[in-house]
Protein backbone atom coordinates (compact mmCIF):
# COMPACT_ATOMS: atom_id res chain seq x y z
CA UNK A 1 0.00 0.00 0.00
CA UNK A 2 1.02 3.27 -0.89
CA UNK A 3 1.52 6.77 2.06
CA UNK A 4 -1.09 9.45 0.33
CA UNK A 5 2.18 11.54 -0.01
CA UNK A 6 3.51 9.05 -2.24
CA UNK A 7 0.06 8.91 -4.38
CA UNK A 8 0.02 11.27 -7.71
CA UNK A 9 -3.84 11.80 -8.13
CA UNK A 10 -5.99 13.13 -11.31
CA UNK A 11 -9.41 12.85 -9.78
CA UNK A 12 -12.51 14.70 -11.98
CA UNK A 13 -16.14 13.59 -11.25
CA UNK A 14 -19.23 14.20 -12.12
CA UNK A 15 -18.36 16.27 -15.17
CA UNK A 16 -21.26 15.45 -18.09
CA UNK A 17 -21.03 13.07 -20.50
CA UNK A 18 -20.47 14.72 -23.74
CA UNK A 19 -17.98 14.83 -26.45
CA UNK A 20 -16.76 18.36 -25.59
CA UNK A 21 -16.35 17.80 -22.13
CA UNK A 22 -14.18 14.36 -22.82
CA UNK A 23 -11.98 16.43 -25.14
CA UNK A 24 -11.49 18.86 -22.07
CA UNK A 25 -10.92 16.23 -20.07
CA UNK A 26 -8.22 14.52 -22.00
CA UNK A 27 -6.27 17.92 -22.46
CA UNK A 28 -6.40 18.29 -18.66
CA UNK A 29 -5.49 14.90 -18.14
CA UNK A 30 -2.44 14.85 -20.81
CA UNK A 31 -1.08 18.54 -19.14
CA UNK A 32 -1.20 16.36 -15.52
CA UNK A 33 0.80 13.44 -16.76
CA UNK A 34 3.48 15.70 -18.62
CA UNK A 35 3.83 17.37 -15.30
CA UNK A 36 4.22 14.51 -12.66
CA UNK A 37 6.06 11.69 -15.03
CA UNK A 38 8.88 11.15 -16.97
CA UNK A 39 7.82 9.45 -20.54
CA UNK A 40 8.65 9.20 -23.98
CA UNK A 41 7.12 10.60 -26.12
CA UNK A 42 4.96 7.33 -27.68
CA UNK A 43 4.05 6.19 -24.20
CA UNK A 44 3.05 9.11 -23.31
CA UNK A 45 0.62 9.00 -26.64
CA UNK A 46 -0.39 5.49 -26.05
CA UNK A 47 -1.46 6.20 -22.38
CA UNK A 48 -3.39 9.82 -23.35
CA UNK A 49 -5.13 7.78 -26.26
CA UNK A 50 -6.49 4.71 -24.30
CA UNK A 51 -7.94 6.92 -21.82
CA UNK A 52 -9.42 9.37 -24.74
CA UNK A 53 -11.17 6.25 -25.66
CA UNK A 54 -12.90 5.26 -22.15
CA UNK A 55 -13.95 8.49 -22.41
CA UNK A 56 -15.35 8.82 -25.26
CA UNK A 57 -17.20 5.66 -25.21
CA UNK A 58 -18.73 7.38 -21.87
CA UNK A 59 -19.74 10.28 -23.75
CA UNK A 60 -20.93 8.59 -26.94
CA UNK A 61 -22.48 4.98 -25.43
CA UNK A 62 -23.30 4.92 -21.77
CA UNK A 63 -26.24 7.62 -21.95
CA UNK A 64 -27.45 7.15 -25.55
CA UNK A 65 -31.02 6.08 -24.41
CA UNK A 66 -31.59 8.55 -21.62
CA UNK A 67 -33.39 11.13 -21.93
CA UNK A 68 -31.31 13.73 -19.56
CA UNK A 69 -27.53 13.76 -20.33
CA UNK A 70 -25.38 11.67 -17.58
CA UNK A 71 -21.84 12.11 -15.80
CA UNK A 72 -19.07 10.63 -16.21
CA UNK A 73 -15.62 10.35 -13.88
CA UNK A 74 -12.32 9.94 -14.43
CA UNK A 75 -9.63 8.98 -11.57
CA UNK A 76 -5.68 8.30 -12.19
CA UNK A 77 -3.13 6.98 -9.09
CA UNK A 78 0.37 6.38 -8.89
CA UNK A 79 1.49 3.72 -7.06
CA UNK A 80 5.68 4.83 -6.43
CA UNK A 81 6.44 1.36 -4.91
CA UNK A 82 5.45 -0.26 -7.85
CA UNK A 83 5.69 2.48 -10.49
CA UNK A 84 2.24 1.62 -11.51
CA UNK A 85 -0.41 4.02 -13.33
CA UNK A 86 -3.69 3.10 -12.68
CA UNK A 87 -6.64 4.99 -14.80
CA UNK A 88 -9.96 4.43 -13.91
CA UNK A 89 -12.92 5.73 -16.25
CA UNK A 90 -16.51 5.33 -15.26
CA UNK A 91 -20.17 6.24 -16.13
CA UNK A 92 -23.19 5.63 -14.11
CA UNK A 93 -24.95 4.69 -17.43
CA UNK A 94 -26.13 1.46 -19.18
CA UNK A 95 -23.35 -0.86 -21.39
CA UNK A 96 -24.88 -1.65 -24.92
CA UNK A 97 -24.28 -5.49 -25.55
CA UNK A 98 -24.17 -6.18 -29.06
CA UNK A 99 -25.21 -2.98 -30.08
CA UNK A 100 -22.22 -1.49 -32.42
CA UNK A 101 -22.60 -0.14 -35.76
CA UNK A 102 -20.98 -3.14 -38.26
CA UNK A 103 -22.60 -0.89 -41.04
CA UNK A 104 -19.10 1.65 -40.78
CA UNK A 105 -15.85 -0.01 -40.39
CA UNK A 106 -14.21 2.43 -38.71
CA UNK A 107 -16.25 1.82 -35.91
CA UNK A 108 -15.92 -0.55 -33.39
CA UNK A 109 -12.08 -0.07 -32.46
CA UNK A 110 -12.27 1.56 -29.15
CA UNK A 111 -11.68 -1.53 -27.00
CA UNK A 112 -9.72 -3.33 -29.09
CA UNK A 113 -7.03 -0.28 -29.11
CA UNK A 114 -7.44 -0.01 -25.56
CA UNK A 115 -6.06 -3.36 -24.76
CA UNK A 116 -3.34 -2.85 -26.90
CA UNK A 117 -2.23 0.30 -25.97
CA UNK A 118 -1.94 -0.70 -22.21
CA UNK A 119 -0.76 -3.41 -19.79
CA UNK A 120 -3.66 -3.82 -18.50
CA UNK A 121 -6.99 -3.69 -19.33
CA UNK A 122 -10.77 -4.35 -17.23
CA UNK A 123 -13.83 -3.56 -18.33
CA UNK A 124 -16.22 -3.91 -15.88
CA UNK A 125 -19.96 -3.36 -16.86
CA UNK A 126 -22.94 -3.60 -14.49
CA UNK A 127 -26.17 -2.22 -13.71
CA UNK A 128 -25.17 1.15 -11.88
CA UNK A 129 -22.68 1.89 -14.60
CA UNK A 130 -19.68 1.21 -16.39
CA UNK A 131 -15.99 0.68 -15.39
CA UNK A 132 -12.55 1.08 -17.30
CA UNK A 133 -9.78 0.22 -15.51
CA UNK A 134 -6.15 0.97 -17.66
CA UNK A 135 -3.33 0.15 -16.14
CA UNK A 136 0.80 1.20 -17.11
CA UNK A 137 3.85 -0.51 -15.45
CA UNK A 138 7.25 0.78 -15.42
CA UNK A 139 5.82 4.26 -15.39
CA UNK A 140 8.78 7.21 -13.73
CA UNK A 141 7.47 9.97 -11.64
CA UNK A 142 9.04 12.98 -12.35
CA UNK A 143 11.52 14.88 -9.95
CA UNK A 144 10.33 17.87 -9.22
CA UNK A 145 11.97 21.16 -10.03
CA UNK A 146 12.93 21.92 -6.50
CA UNK A 147 14.66 18.72 -6.27
CA UNK A 148 17.07 18.92 -9.39
Request: proline residues 3%.
Given at each position: ?????E???F???????????????????????????????????????????????????A????????V??????????????????????????????????????????????????????????????????N??????????
Amino acid sequence: MTDAGESTTFNKAGIVAAPERAAQLRREFSAWLGTHFTLDAVKASDIVLAVNEALANAAEFAYSNAKEPGVMHVRADYDTEAETLTVVVADEGAWRIGDTDHKNPARGRGIPLMHALTDRAVIDATASGTEVRLQWHNVSRSVPSELR
